[in-house]
Nanobody, 118 residues
């Protein structure tokens, strides 16, 4: 069984920073990519950032230059460093992992709330 455990959400003022983390655990043979999506009320889930096992990254245009996605392969952990936060960044942030146990599958975390408000 694979689990993705997220932490680091909360309330922050506009212009502030937060760092999310997501740790994958279980009998994992290979992690191909990990990343973050977000979903705000009444909006569709959208990709925020992803990173492959080789270190290639992809960011939504709305977060480029403000967010980064470092990864610790030894700990099967991915982070989302969020700087210069804006009210429109308010959402539930969900971690995902594209990995293989016996077959390649996408797994999702439970989500962590990020609220940007003064």
């Amino acid at each position: 069984q694979v689990q993705l455990v997220e932490s680091g959400g909360g309330l922050v003022q506009p212009g502030g920073s937060l760092r999310l983390s997501c740790a994958a655990s279980g009998t994992i043979s290979m992690i191909y990519a990990m990343g973050w999506y977000r979903q705000a009320p009444t909006k569709q889930r959208e990709l925020v950032a992803t990173i492959t096992s080789g270190g290639s990254t992809n960011y939504a245009d709305s977060v480029k230059g403000r967010f980064t996605i470092p990864r610790d392969n030894a700990k099967n952990t991915v982070y989302l460093q969020m700087n210069s936060l804006k009210p429109e960044d308010t959402a539930v942030y969900l971690c995902y992992a594209d990995l293989r146990v016996t077959r390649r599958t996408n797994y999702w975390g439970q989500g962590t709330q990020v609220t940007v408000s003064s």
